[in-house]
Structures are given as structure tokens and as C-alpha cells.
């Protein structure tokens, strides 16, 4: 295969991974614009390797150990907390960016455009349909729908193990899932900021102000708030303990 005909696949692959990858990064999730670029230039490579490395060689049997090659990588995605399974959409969304790296490999441009057009709307338009149909009717037949929270949790550097084991157990419960937990410096230099952001199936604001109030009472935590940002909502509401 000539050199300019090979950059051009492995660039296209890569590019397909990009637009791929930038829904996923904005969303903040686990594999973002560089593992989706990098797992579709990689399908396109191992697709071309088979095609015409080796004389007489099959280049579905390579397609074939590209997916059982993105089982694994998809695995490291999926986690479980408490009785929650998060990255199954990530791990899922890895597979069909695997597809499309071969698709684009094999040059068959029109299915991977396709392919990848019909991942990024599936991943951004099904979003909001699955979050509209997770609304429930409370005992009083008023509607509750999903929420996001964020949980900022303020200890001392020493304590910051401490603050983290505590904020897994505090939010270890159905129907809550940790989607991220990231550490930064706080206004002291020996203080330690620590943000939990977390989904609820069921928006339960009472449930969440008795969680952070228990974690406020532990002697290592300095300060511990909750906040909230609702589908209908444009701005977060903040609540300190």
C-alpha cells in the first residue's frame, strides 16, 4: 500500500475517533477525544496490517480479535459502586469507535461516516430520552425526575484518605451512582478540596442534606456542602453544612 494512501486511512480513522471522542469528553466521561482516537486509529492499523502485511492473510480474523481486543479495554471501564454499574455506555460507545476505526481501515468511508454520525447522535439525543423516561410518579402522583449533584468536601491534606473512604460510604446506596471524585488544592496549603459528582435516579434533596450534614460532623472534615443542577434548571443552588 502506498505511504500517502495508508496516512490518509489512519488520518481518517483517527479523525472519526476525534468527533467520536468529543461528545464523550464533554459529557467528562471516563474514555474521552484521545482514547476514541487512538482506539479507532488503532482498529484501522491492525485492519490494514491483516489486509496486506502478510500474503494470503484474512482480514476478518483481524477484525475479530479487534473486538475481543476492545472486550478487555472495555472491561477497565465498567465499575461498580456500592449497587451501581457505571461505563456500561462507555465501554459500549469504545466497541463501535473500534468499528468504525476498521470500517475506515478497510476504506469504506461512506459506512464509517455513517457509522460514526450514528454514534455521536445516539450518545447525545438518547441521553435526554433515557433521562425523560427515568421520571417517576412519587406516592403523591407528583413527578420526580433525575438529578446531578455535586458534593465539595473540605479536610487537611493528612486527612484526605479519610475524607475520601467516607464520601464512598456516604453515597454507597441505591439508586446514587459516583460518576467522578477529583482532589485540588484548597485556600490553605495544607487544605484539601475534594468534588464528588453524583446521578440519582430520583431527585431526593432531603436525603442528600442528611448525608452531607453526617459527613460535616466528622472531626478530619473542615466544611461540606451539596449542589444541584436540574434538567430545567439553568443555574446551581448550594446548601453548606
Partial sequence: ???????????????????????RQRRSRLAGLQTMALVSMGSALF????AYAFEGSDPTRVAAQIVS??????AG??????LSVTGLNTAATLWATAAV??????WLWREAVAAAAIIVAANGLLHSVGRRMDRVKSRTGREVSPADYALDVTCGAAAEAQARALIL???ARPGL???SMLSTVGAAPDEIRLRAELSADVRDDKALEEAVAGIGLQPEIRSARWSIH???AADWLGRDR
Fill in 169 to 171: 460510604r456516604t453515597v
Fill in 47 to 50: 485492519l490494514i496490517l491483516g
Fill in 230 to 232: 436540574h434538567e430545567a
Fill in 177 to 179: 451512582t459516583l460518576k
Fill in 101 to 106: 476505526g476498521a470500517l475506515a481501515g478497510a
Fill in 1 to 23: 500500500m502506498p505511504a500517502l494512501e495508508l496516512l490518509g486511512r489512519v488520518g481518517f480513522a483517527t479523525l472519526l475517533g476525534i468527533v467520536i471522542g468529543m461528545e
Fill in 69 to 74: 481486543g476492545i472486550g478487555f479495554l472495555g
Fill in 77 to 82: 471501564v465498567i465499575m461498580k459502586q456500592g
